[in-house]
């Protein structure tokens, strides 16, 4: 049954983590996290959003209160699993691992994180120019 699922184009994407040092693994997940905050703040600047929106980084954890309707997203750095872990209030928890040409990759659908952002923050402000992934 998995065999069969795994070769259904549709479902199986390739997915190929790289082995890091933990070195290595910080370096990239602070610096993701860094730009992500900065990305949010121009957002904050460059779209009418909600009077709750909210951008704060501290310690390894980035969180977003978008609005009360909307909710709040956090992505965090999971040292231990040299992962970036997100809880998006429209899909749910997803864990990243540092993958081909250094993307943070979900293992389960091979979904890069910046295709995840675009795809939830152009349907949340309505505009396709939204564009993260020079922020990941």
Do not use: C
Not at 14 to 35: C, G, I, M
Not at 55 to 67: I, P, Q
Not at 98 to 108: F, K, N
Request: glycine share 4%; hydrophobic share 35%; charged share 30%.
């Amino acid at each position: 049954m998995l065999s069969s699922i795994l070769r259904n184009p549709l479902v199986r994407r390739t997915f190929s983590a790289r082995v890091v040092s933990q070195n290595e693994y910080e370096t990239a997940a602070d610096s993701t996290l860094e730009k992500l905050s900065d990305y949010f703040d121009q957002i904050a600047d460059s779209y009418p959003v909600s009077d709750q929106f909210d951008v704060s980084h501290a310690m390894g954890v980035l969180t977003v209160n978008v609005s009360k309707s909307v909710g709040t997203y956090v992505i965090n750095k999971q040292s231990p699993n040299k992962q970036i872990w997100l809880s998006s209030p429209m899909s749910g928890p997803k864990r990243y691992d540092l993958a081909e040409e250094d993307r943070w990759t979900y293992s389960h659908d091979g979904e890069k994180l910046d295709e995840l952002l675009n795809r939830e923050f152009r349907k949340i402000l309505g505009d396709d120019r939204i564009d993260f992934s020079r922020h990941v």
